[in-house]
């Protein structure tokens, strides 16, 4: 738990004290004048860097309860902000807690608010604070830190009345089913006369106010729960178990009060105001009356604790990461070392193993030389495949067409000797390697009927050209002459042969088949 600074405030003075380690260190007490203002100044520079919590315990003091009409949000808080003007005009210490939400169609919240009446009671304080720029946690007062003790002490009576005895007097503090409704100061009986009367009159008092007020019934029983850490109320109950015989007493001396709160008995002599101190050390109190203007300073405190906190996290993450990178960079080392290392041993042994081995019929150069081409002549080499299964779709759909020879070439067409004039000219001068097939062929089984076999060429070569992969066929080479231009001769005196049925065809297919 982080260290902290306590100030309990009263009309007679202060009393300070260090939370640390759970537990309470320089408890000092200071007079309100201007010897005190100065030695607790003298107290604060002393210990630097630590917030301060103050708890007030004044008879100046104010509880109200107010129903308001439900709201949340920035609404409310305008709300409540109106009420507290309205309430509390003349101090700017006043705070207010929402307490219950009342049932009903009508949608209402039941608030408590608390103010100290008296500034002046905090300022000669609040200015020794301000000078030494001391962040101020929060301002509390002194009944709303005492119901802390209901937890604590596990008390569950529907009326109680919390009794105990602190620097500035008597304070009594009555809670209705555990929660708060009302608190009141008396002044501490002074001098040798037993005191147990008087403060058993007190309460008494009390008593017959809560019942005025009706928030009792006469008939009612109001449990009293004494916390006397210094002794001086132990003859309470005997005097409250005569005169009001409805206000059963329960009474917590310093050793009970110190094994359950966890606090020295020392400390408990030390200062009346210890265990209040104690109790705020413990926990935030649910209302705290200190403005804005007072609470900044706090604020820019817990922003820097939060900047540091960020940076230490940061710097240990950089750490943690550095640790990371050298350890990686160690792994990457030993295993560059172990990798060299097994370089090193495999050359040994490949040098071991071709010591043994006999001198080979090449050098170096021409190996690789040799496997170059190898790898050129698998890339380059090409097979007649596609060009054959195309003739031989051709073949089976014209069952006339003999095949006499087949003549397939790989390259540019217009290296082809004597084929320059046919596909090379087909393919509009292009150089793209290409496959051609000069196919050459005889009709059978046709009677002597000239266009007959004529007919059966052309329906070969139709039958060759509509290939996909074909660019274009052209028949170079015909049984007879058919052009215009050739001329005819004979006698009748002959007879009859059969006609020339052999053709040639030349087969030029697209670029990349």
């Avoid at 209402?108 to 008296?118: M, W």
């Avoid at 240990?316 to 990461?321: C, N, P, S, T």
Wanted: aromatic share 8%; hydrophobic share 45%.
């Amino acid at each position: 738990m982080a260290a902290k600074l306590l100030l309990s405030v009263t009309e007679e003075g202060a009393t300070a004290a260090v939370w640390r380690s759970r537990r309470l260190e320089l408890i000092r007490a200071f007079d309100n004048s201007q010897e005190g203002l100065a030695a607790f100044a003298a107290y604060l520079r002393g210990i630097k860097g630590l917030p301060v919590r103050i708890v007030v315990d004044t008879i100046d003091e104010d509880y109200r309860f107010e129903t308001l009409p439900h709201a949340s949000g920035s609404d409310r808080a305008q709300l409540v902000a109106r009420k507290l003007r309205q309430l509390y005009r003349s101090t700017a210490f006043a705070a207010c807690q929402l307490q219950e939400r009342v049932a009903g169609k009508r949608r209402e919240d039941r608030y408590l608010f608390a103010a100290i009446t008296d500034p002046e009671l905090l300022l000669p304080w609040l200015r020794v604070i301000e000078r030494l720029h001391v962040p101020v946690a929060g301002i509390h007062p002194l009944p709303i830190i005492t119901l802390s003790l209901i937890e604590r002490f596990k008390l569950k009576h529907p009326n109680l009345l919390l009794v105990s005895k602190n620097k500035a007097g008597l304070r009594q503090t009555f809670c209705k089913n555990l929660r708060f409704r009302i608190s009141r100061l008396t002044a501490a009986r002074t001098g040798s006369a037993p005191a147990d009367a008087y403060y058993a009159e007190e309460i008494g008092n009390t008593r017959m106010y809560l019942d005025a007020l009706t928030v009792t019934h006469v008939d009612d029983t109001v449990t009293v729960v004494i916390f006397d850490h210094d002794a001086t109320l132990s003859g309470i109950p005997g005097v409250l178990a005569r005169e009001r015989p409805n206000m059963p007493c329960v009474r917590f001396g310093r050793d009970e009060i110190a094994r359950k709160l966890g606090i020295s008995p020392a400390d408990l002599d030390a200062s009346p105001d210890v265990l209040h101190l104690h109790l705020l050390a413990s926990g935030v109190p649910a209302i705290d009356l200190a403005p804005a203007p007072v609470e900044a300073g706090f604020h820019l405190y817990r922003m820097r604790q939060y900047v540091y906190i960020a940076s230490a996290a940061a710097f240990l993450g950089a750490v943690l990461w550095a640790g990371a990178a050298e350890f990686r960079a160690t792994q990457i080392e030993d295993q560059v070392v172990d990798l060299v290392r097994q370089t090193r041993d495999y050359q040994a042994r490949y040098a071991q193993v071709t010591a043994q081995f006999p001198q080979a019929p090449a050098s170096a150069e021409e190996l690789e030389d040799t496997v170059e081409t190898a790898r050129r002549i698998r890339e380059e080499f090409r097979t007649p495949e596609r060009m054959l299964v195309v003739l031989s779709r051709a073949l089976d759909g014209s069952p006339d067409i003999s095949l006499r020879q087949i003549e397939w070439r790989y390259g540019d067409p217009k290296t082809f000797e004597g084929l320059a004039a046919t596909s090379a000219s087909s393919a509009g001068g292009a150089t793209t390697p290409r496959q051609i097939a000069v196919v050459s062929a005889e009709v059978v089984r046709v009677a002597q009927d000239h266009r007959a076999v004529l007919d059966r060429i052309r329906g070969f070569a139709a039958s060759l050209g509509a290939d996909q992969q074909v660019e274009e066929v052209r028949v170079v080479k015909l049984p007879m002459d058919v052009t215009s231009a050739s001329t005819l001769a004979g006698t009748t005196s002959e007879t009859a042969r059969p006609p020339e049925t052999q053709f040639q065809v030349v087969v030029a297919f697209r670029a990349g088949v």
